[in-house]
């Protein structure tokens, strides 16, 4: 049917290759559930401006006019760094989310492949939320829709799925189940 067929078309014109879930964190409702357990011993979190280390980082600099941080769980012995999250605010290419009553990005974000299943991922996510909701805007993450480890902890964080994640030109746009634009 044209519903499902322009749903496929629209899912496949997803950022980065692969269409992505978008998930909200609405501090005005929704509750953040308890600090979730972490495996991993001798840890610590850090939060600072993100690096410049590329024209992308600088576009999100400028972009959320110096609101662009990375947030790091470090080894507290190695100083290893075992996962990071980003996060943002007031970026134009995402223009649902003045829409949607203005908030914060999490993401982009990486775990070591040896740290997984650590709930690191959890964790930092729960802390970044933690942090973010006391300044009562909705905080927004995105994930592909494949990536179920990663659903897994968003979800557990307290996000609930509000749809999917489309880019047109240099605009991303929020789309619900059923593929109408928001």
Request: some cysteine.
């Amino acid at each position: 049917n044209d519903i499902s067929n322009k749903i496929i078309r629209m899912k496949k014109s997803s950022t980065h290759g692969s269409p992505q879930y978008v998930y909200v964190f609405d501090p005005k409702t929704d509750l953040l559930p308890t600090q979730p357990k972490v495996k991993r011993e001798n840890i610590c979190i850090r939060k600072y401006r993100a690096p410049l280390r590329s024209l992308n980082n600088a576009y999100w600099h400028i972009g959320s006019l110096g609101r662009y941080f990375k947030w790091s769980i470090y080894d507290k012995t190695t100083k290893k760094e075992l996962t990071y999250d980003h996060t943002s605010y007031g970026l134009p290419h995402f223009q649902f989310i003045q829409r949607l009553g203005g908030g914060y990005v999490v993401g982009p974000s990486a775990t070591l492949p040896s740290e997984r299943g650590q709930g690191l991922h959890s964790y930092i996510l729960w802390s970044i939320v933690s942090f973010l909701s006391r300044r009562k805007k909705k905080i927004f993450v995105w994930v592909a829709m494949d990536n179920i480890a990663s659903i897994k902890g968003i979800e557990k964080v307290g996000f609930r799925r509000v749809g999917y994640l489309i880019k047109i030109g240099h605009l991303y746009k929020l789309c619900d189940e059923h593929g109408t634009l928001l």
